[in-house]
């Protein structure tokens, strides 16, 4: 049941970067957050794998969820690809006499690798800090606004870097699009930007975890030792 959420998500997340030459990334933003609030309390609306493997250090999905998510994400992102190209090159849309192109994200021809990277990774860290933060904490446990935000930061991120990276932010697009899009020479670069922002939160966060316990076993420790030797 989770799975098929995170395919429906996932799905409709890329023929929406597909189609972003008829919605722009407004529509994009508003896609994610209608899928987030439609499917959040079933599967958690992960809907990207960096996302996924984020909450796997969060401590908010196991190791079999995780990787049964991210095998459906980046399976929906090639049908979501597929649904999208063949919208814009073979079906309705290219019929009804108007003229579109079909989006996948690629690296700017202006733009340097290493900037794209750069920027990949600093932009997941708006989107993975914002699903921590508005939907896993005990802080905005309940709030009503978790989807918009999430959405809103998909949105004012491909409004910034789009010219420069493509703005995945998410491997399911990154890989999906360019490779049916005959575009993916540059897809690694939206596959290890997420990938890394997420193993360095994640190291981060281990580091964190461990230092708060010691710091709490020793202050128990020194507690104990204190009472007792009154």
């Given amino acids: 049941r989770s799975c098929i959420c995170e395919f429906i998500g996932t799905f409709f997340l890329c023929v929406s970067v597909g189609l972003a030459d008829i ?28 996302v ?30 597929a649904v999208s190209d063949g919208l814009i090159n073979d079906g309705i849309i290219s019929e009804s006499g108007a003229s579109y192109d079909f989006t996948a994200p690629v690296v700017g021809s202006a733009a340097k690798k290493d900037w794209a990277l750069f920027v990949e990774i600093l932009y997941t860290f708006v989107l993975v800090s914002c699903v921590l933060h508005t939907a896993t904490t005990k802080a905005q ?33 990154g890989i999906g699009l360019p490779v049916i899009h005959d575009v993916a020479d540059h897809c690694w670069i939206h596959v290890l930007g997420p990938v890394c922002y997420c193993f360095d939160f994640g190291s981060n966060f281990v580091r964190c975890s461990l230092s708060l316990s010691l710091s709490l076993s020793h202050t128990h420790t020194h507690t104990h030792k204190t009472v007792h030797g009154r």
Avoid: E, W
Wanted: hydrophobic share 55%; with cysteine.
């Fill in 23 to 50: 919605g722009g990334p407004v529509a994009i933003g508003l896609m994610l957050a209608v899928n987030v609030y439609a499917f959040g309390h079933i599967s958690g609306a992960n809907f990207n794998p960096a």
């Fill in 52 to 81: 996924s493997l984020a909450l796997f250090f969060r401590g908010k999905l196991n190791l079999m969820a995780m990787i049964a998510y991210m095998i459906t994400q980046i399976i929906a992102g090639f049908v979501g690809a």
């Fill in 141 to 173: 446990a309940d709030n009503h606004f978790y989807g918009g935000a999430i959405g809103m930061s998909v949105t004012s991120s491909a409004y910034l870097i789009g010219d420069i990276s493509g703005c995945a932010l998410n491997p399911a697009v």
